[in-house]
């Protein structure tokens, strides 16, 4: 099935630089912003996350682009919808040659099983990914909704649910992965932002981990934004977490 660009942009990894850890959350408000902040960075070291806003302002032309120049892309839009549509909208992500892609976990088992199965025939399917519960949320956000167990409790529930669905993995913290990884296993793919290297501004975020530290507690990928993308050298930057966690700059 039409892996459109994943067959020519695709780029060979034969050369032991195999799997970048890192992957650089493009938070930009138009293409021209994030291009020119990719035009400093390097494919081999890392991969890029596309989120809503800049999805929604840019499109597809952009993800292809960034896939022209060597990257492959982390498309962020956490689908949650009906099984049918939500499956279809995974389908259309594959369809562009994305690297992952990612869908809530609370639309169930259903929706992510269609999910999951409207990958099924492509060549290089992306990896399929839930969100489990937003950082964002506390205790009280979740007994608003009507769940009573701790943040915690409901997010090993429903990384299971997201593995006995067929996912590959989830984004979590980096403080939940090592919990997440006794329970999921080895092979199960667990994607952590809230990363800050030890010399870096946390800015917003609350529950740092260093990357050593993150990869250490059992993160596969490490969504870093801000150190890299506000570094007055980007490429610097990248390369010295690159050197950190062990991958050749
Ligand atoms: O700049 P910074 O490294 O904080 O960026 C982190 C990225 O990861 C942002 O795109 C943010 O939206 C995303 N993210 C997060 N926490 C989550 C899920 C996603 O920071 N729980």
């Known amino acids: ?9 695709r780029r060979d990894r034969g050369d032991g630089v195999s799997d970048p850890k890192i992957i650089v959350a493009l938070d930009y408000p138009d293409a021209e912003s994030a291009l020119a902040l990719v035009e400093r960075l390097d494919p081999a070291l890392c991969r890029l996350k596309v989120g809503k806003e800049l999805f929604t302002v840019a499109g597809p032309q952009l993800v292809a682009q960034l896939m022209r120049h060597g990257f492959e892309v982390f498309l962020d839009l956490k689908f949650h919808d009906i099984p049918n549509t939500t499956a279809q909208a995974c389908k259309a992500a594959a369809s562009l040659g994305v690297w992952m892609v990612n869908v809530h976990a609370l639309g169930g088992s259903r929706m992510m099983e269609a999910a999951r199965e409207a990958l099924a025939n492509f060549n290089h399917p992306p990896k399929l990914i839930a969100v489990t519960v937003l950082t964002s949320m506390a205790q009280a956000d979740l007994v608003e909704l009507g769940i009573s167990v701790t943040p915690a409790e409901q997010v090993l529930r429903l990384a299971a649910l997201a593995q006995s669905s067929g996912l590959d993995g989830v984004v979590c913290s980096a403080q ?3 919990l997440l990884r006794q329970q999921a296993g080895a092979r199960f793919c667990l994607v952590t932002p809230g990363i800050r290297p030890a010399d870096a501004a946390a800015d917003d975020q609350s529950r740092i981990m260093t990357p050593r530290a993150a990869l250490e507690n059992g993160s596969s990928y490490l969504v870093i934004g801000r150190p890299i993308t506000k570094a007055v050298d980007p490429l610097l930057a990248l390369q010295q977490i690159a050197n950190e966690i062990g991958e050749p700059a």
């Open 1 to 9: 099935m039409g892996d459109l660009f994943s067959a020519t942009y």
């Open 176 to 178: 939940e992965a090592a």
